[in-house]
Structures are given as C-alpha cells and as structure tokens.
C-alpha cells in the first residue's frame, strides 16, 4: 500500500501536479504512513529525476519549475509530521542564498534552493533584490557552511563581487564558502572575484556544494 502511494506522490512530482502532489501528501499522514520515506522516495525522488532529465534537455525549464513548485508546496504538508514523529531530516550543512541587491531574478534561485534541500541541506532563502549589509549579517548571524549568490543581469553580477569583499573587510570570508550563479555568471567570473565555485546550473550547483564540503568526491 504505501509503495504505490509513494510511487503516485513521486510521479505527480515529475508530471508537475501541486495539488495532487498535496493531496496524496496529506493521504500519506492521514494513513500513518512514514512522512520521511514519502519525502525522501517521493518528493525527493520526483524532483532529482527531473532536475537530471533537463540537464539532458529532456524536458523543458517550465517542466522543472512546475516539479519543483509541486515538491516544495507538497514537503510544507509532510515535514510538520516528520518533526512531530522526530524524524531527523538529515541536515548536511547550512546554505544562505539570495538573488543580489538591484535584481529580481528568482526563478533560477528558487530551483537552486529547492534542489539542494531536496538533497538534505538546510536552505536560508532570503529573497530577492538582497543589499550586501544582508548577506554580511546573515552570514554573522547564522554562520552558514555555504552563502549562494545568484544574479541575471550583467549590472548586478558586480554585487558578488561587493558581497565578498564586505565579507573579507568583515573578517568573515574565511568561515563561508561563496558560490557564485546567474544566467550572466561565469566560471572565469566567479574566478576574477574570488569566489569558491560556480554552477551552471541547480543539478551542478547541489554537486558543487558537496564536492565544496567533502560529501563527495
Ligand atoms: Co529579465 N532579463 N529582466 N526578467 N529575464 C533577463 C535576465 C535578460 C537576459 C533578458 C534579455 O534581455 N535577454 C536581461 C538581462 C540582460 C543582461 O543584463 N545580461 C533581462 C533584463 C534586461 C530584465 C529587465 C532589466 C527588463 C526591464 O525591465 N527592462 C528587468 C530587470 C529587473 C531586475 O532584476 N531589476 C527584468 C525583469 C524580468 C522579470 C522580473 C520580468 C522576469 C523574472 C521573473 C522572476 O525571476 N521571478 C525576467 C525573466 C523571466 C527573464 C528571462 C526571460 C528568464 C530568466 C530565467 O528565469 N531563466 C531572462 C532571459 C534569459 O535568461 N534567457 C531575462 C530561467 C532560469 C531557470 O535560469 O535564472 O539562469 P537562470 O537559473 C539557472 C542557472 O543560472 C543556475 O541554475 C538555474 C537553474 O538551473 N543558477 C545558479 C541561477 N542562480 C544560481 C545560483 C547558484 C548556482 C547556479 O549559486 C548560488
């Protein structure tokens, strides 16, 4: 009973269905089936499928962000059940991300999000249009493993490069991993500023961020 629930919450992830994703999610609680399977071979199964096959231009961008809206909307439903059962959703590290301060880009950002708490990181998502005081304050305050800096126009890319030098004057660089993002952004870029990686994309951002913590090779 529970594999095929699981089976149908993973698909109705991958064909994009939000409210039917909700729906079989609250299905699940209400039969006092695991909340943390369903996440995991799920919701969680459902987006990284996707996320792989858009990386191999399978599917279109809308495919991914409808998949990515229905495991976000549907993981608000089961992870009150999963902390009430204290089920731990295995943290592997802190991540802040924000789009930079004069952009309003986020639909590239919010996969990046998505995608990396899909894979066990605990995400700080701060927006968009983010003043670099922000990001130094955050970064103070809540001591992240990773600080995630996307930016869409050529204009505001320059504000990774502010935000890492007010983290450097902060004497708060050598604490943080930067990675830098954005349509615009480059691996040359991301270089020139010094920032500790770049990722084309979500799929690469999540492999870049562990690669950046050791998880993997
Ligand atoms: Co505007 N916009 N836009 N725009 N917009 C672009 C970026 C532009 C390239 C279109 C164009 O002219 N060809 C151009 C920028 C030119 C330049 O400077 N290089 C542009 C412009 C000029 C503007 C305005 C100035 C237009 C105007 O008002 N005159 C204005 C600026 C507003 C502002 O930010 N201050 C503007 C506004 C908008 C909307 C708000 C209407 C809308 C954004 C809606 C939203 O995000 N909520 C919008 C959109 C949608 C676009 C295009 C069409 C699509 C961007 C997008 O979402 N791509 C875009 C044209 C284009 O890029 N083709 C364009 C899909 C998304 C999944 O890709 O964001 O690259 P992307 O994210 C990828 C990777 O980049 C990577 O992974 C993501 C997913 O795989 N990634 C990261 C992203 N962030 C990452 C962070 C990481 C790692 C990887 O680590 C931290």
């Given at each position: 009973m ?25 299905e ?34 809308a ?17 009150p059940e999963?902390?009430?059962?204290g ?43 983010v ?20 930016a869409?126009l ?64």
């Amino acid at each position: 009973m529970s594999t095929n629930l699981i089976e149908k919450l993973k698909e109705a992830v991958i064909v994009g269905d939000r409210d039917e994703a909700i729906k079989i999610s609250r299905e699940i609680i209400d039969k006092g089936l695991d909340p943390l399977e369903a996440l995991k071979r799920g919701l969680v199964a459902g987006v990284l499928e996707v996320g792989e096959k858009w990386v191999r231009e399978e599917v279109f961008l809308a495919d991914l962000v409808m998949s990515a809206e229905a495991m976000k909307a549907a993981s608000e439903v089961l992870k009150p059940e999963i902390i009430k059962r204290g089920g731990v959703v295995k943290k592997f590290g802190k991540v802040i991300i924000g789009t930079v301060a004069g952009d309003i880009h986020d639909i590239g950002k919010n996969i990046v999000a998505t995608m990396l708490e899909a894979s066990g990181f605990e995400v700080i998502d701060l927006g968009v249009d983010v003043p670099t005081e922000t990001f130094v304050e955050k970064v103070r305050e809540l001591k992240p493993d990773v600080l995630g800096l996307s930016a869409l126009l050529t204009t505001t890319m320059l504000e990774q490069k502010n935000v890492i030098e007010a983290l450097k004057r902060e004497g708060l660089r050598d604490g943080v991993k930067v990675i830098v993002g954005g349509a615009p952004v480059t691996e040359e870029w991301a270089k020139s500023i010094g920032a500790d990686g770049y990722a084309e994309d979500a799929v690469r951002a999540v492999r870049l961020v562990k690669k950046l913590l050791g998880l993997e090779g």
